[in-house]
């Protein structure tokens, strides 16, 4: 099992070979499969409130049988700020059924 690294380095639009995007591969690449390195592109700094970070939210099905649903529980204790929405279902995947909810929720929430 690999572990999760986050790297948030620069912000703003990038295009292959800008900013971030060298670092963020070559950093996986020494890294290697130990490791699971994540890059979200961030917005520019100015479009951005320091004082209000992004909503962080957190899926997950009740019946899973793929993760099971403590899971969930988990990561909640370890993001107190984020917001838990545990989804009726057992699908491991949202691309056929859930993601409506997915969607409703986070307009819902950060609206």
Known sequence: ????????????????GEGSVPLAARLGDELGAAYDALFPMMPAAEETDPRKPPPTFL?????????????LESYAGRLPD??????????HLFDKDGLTEIVEAIRGLSG
């Open 1 to 16: 099992m690999s572990e999760a690294v986050l790297l948030v380095h620069s912000a703003g639009p990038q295009r292959p």
């Open 59 to 71: 899926f997950h099905r009740r019946d899973e049988e793929e993760v099971p649903f403590a899971s």
């Open 82 to 91: 984020a917001t838990v929405c545990p989804l009726d279902g057992n699908g």
